[in-house]
């Protein structure tokens, strides 16, 4: 059976940096589309980036800040956050699309597996 579990979250200063890991067991990262997600309170999920055999997307928000990246020795997918805002407060989430024949997108309704995510918090 799938599972994701996410670490490396915590509270950190405006200007700051922090790398999320995924770890996952019953199947190999490398062959699933994979993304992480954050939500805030009150806010629906929001995709924060996408990567699938080496190709990624990212949420226009934190373009040029994180970089999601994958370790297949470890099966580990990694979310590499830098410069981070307080508007970075969420609790983050990563997720697999085991079947991405129709799409691998930043929206909610393309993936299957959740972790049960990781506590972001960034002060000012």
């Known amino acids: 059976q799938v599972q994701l579990v996410e670490s490396g979250g915590g509270s950190v200063q405006a200007g700051g940096s922090l790398r999320l890991s995924c770890a996952a067991s019953?199947?190999?990262?490398?062959?699933?589309?994979l993304a992480w997600f954050r939500q805030a309170p009150g806010k629906e999920r929001e995709g924060v980036a996408t990567y699938i055999h080496g190709i990624t997307n990212y949420a226009d928000s934190v373009k040029g800040r994180f970089t999601i990246s994958q370790d297949n020795a470890k099966n580990t997918l990694y979310l590499q956050m830098n410069s981070l805002k307080p508007e970075d407060s969420a609790m983050y989430y990563c997720a697999a699309n085991p079947e991405p024949w129709f799409g691998c997108r930043r929206v909610t309704t393309d993936f299957g597996y959740w972790g049960q995510g990781t506590q972001v918090t960034v002060s000012s």
């Open positions: 019953g199947y190999t990262v490398g062959s699933y589309c």
